[in-house]
């Protein structure tokens, strides 16, 4: 697999979706994985507006009708990209907002995630155009509300909207800013190091306003 080059590289060793062996979990064939996999590598390199299914078709070597058989166009390839990791973070909110209600917040367990799917989370990070095509905007407004709840609480003021985003993107931004031969339990601790202080400013900032 090709390292993403954009700003600093990253040479993971993981599938498009960001744990090994995703194509068999997800039912998708080695063919249609492989087109992700290209996908991947070269939107990380030139963006999705940057790319075309030309392009991912001269990477694998095969023809444009190849890539077209797994998929019509790239925003499916793009929905077939990230939508296993929206998925499976929408039920982390979900038990997320559960764990809330008894007084504990899984900032661990988000970190988890981003490490799950790190280089898709590098990716959307860096390239915002792919979130702000229509076939992300819905879920991944979605997300992003039920993520901020569970981590801040069911408050939807200013503040906790502010605090939200202000943890997401520090979070997101700290994965990508990471130098490429840390760790993932060095990357662990000092991502949930970080969540924790910014979730301790927002109670602050809350407290203040009382």
């Not at 190091?193 to 900032?205: F, Q």
Request: hydrophobic letters at 45%.
């Amino acid at each position: 697999m090709s390292r993403v080059t954009w700003g600093r590289a990253y040479s993971v060793p993981v599938t498009s979706a960001g744990t090994p062996g995703a194509g068999q979990a997800t039912g998708r064939s080695p063919g249609a994985q492989r087109v992700l996999d290209a996908a991947l590598d070269l939107f990380s390199e030139h963006g999705f507006e940057g790319t075309s299914l030309q392009d991912i078709a001269d990477r694998l070597g095969v023809t444009k009708a190849a890539v077209y058989y797994h998929f019509h166009t790239k925003d499916e390839i793009l929905l077939a990209l990230v939508e296993p990791a929206f998925d499976e973070l929408l039920a982390l909110a979900d038990a997320g907002l559960q764990a809330r209600r008894r007084g504990a917040v899984d900032i661990a367990g988000y970190v988890d995630f981003l490490l799950r799917h790190r280089r898709v989370a590098a990716y959307l990070t860096r390239d915002p155009t792919a979130m702000s095509r229509p076939v992300l905007v819905e879920k991944g407004t979605r997300m992003r509300e039920q993520v901020e709840t569970m981590l801040l609480g069911g408050d939807a003021d200013e503040l906790g909207t502010f605090w939200g985003a202000a943890t997401l993107q520090a979070l997101a931004g700290a994965l990508v800013a990471a130098p490429p031969e840390a760790t993932e339990e060095w990357l662990r601790e000092e991502l949930t190091e970080l969540g924790a202080h910014m979730l301790a400013g927002y109670r602050k900032a809350a407290r203040r306003r009382a």
